[in-house]
């Protein structure tokens, strides 16, 4: 059976209709069907090795406290070599990344919540 990648469901007269996208990758903000959104699978964690806790979808928030947090963009980094470099740096406190870019966050304790960014998680240390 071939793998699911979205969906968009809308409501309707009766229960309502979907919409299965089995071809990928999905973006939203394609044409508007009545009140549906776009609804994408995340893919499978980069992390195989359990190093990173995942707070969710959207980027990193900083929790509040004495230090302010330092973040660095690294386009052109996949999702796989953006833990690793998050990993091999001892300030880094965690990351976010999407497509062929990468979000470092250092010096500060994290939480999920952050703003969507593409299929983006907060990954923390």
Not at 16 to 37: I, Q, R, S
Not at 104 to 109: G, R
Request: charged share 20%.
């Amino acid at each position: 059976m071939a793998e699911c990648f979205g969906y968009s469901w809308k409501p309707s007269d009766d229960e309502g209709e979907c919409k299965l996208f089995m071809e990928g990758p999905l973006v939203g903000g394609g044409e508007e069907w009545g009140d549906a959104e776009c609804l994408v699978k995340s893919p499978e964690p980069q992390d195989t090795e359990g190093r990173y806790s995942d707070a969710g979808r959207g980027v990193c928030v900083e929790v509040p406290g004495p230090a302010a947090c330092n973040t660095r963009m690294l386009p052109g980094m996949t999702a796989s070599a953006c833990a690793a470099q998050c990993w091999q740096d001892p300030v880094c406190s965690g990351y976010s990344a999407q497509d062929d870019a990468c979000l470092l966050f250092e010096h500060c304790p994290l939480s999920g919540g952050g703003q969507a960014w593409g299929y983006a998680h907060c990954n923390i240390k």
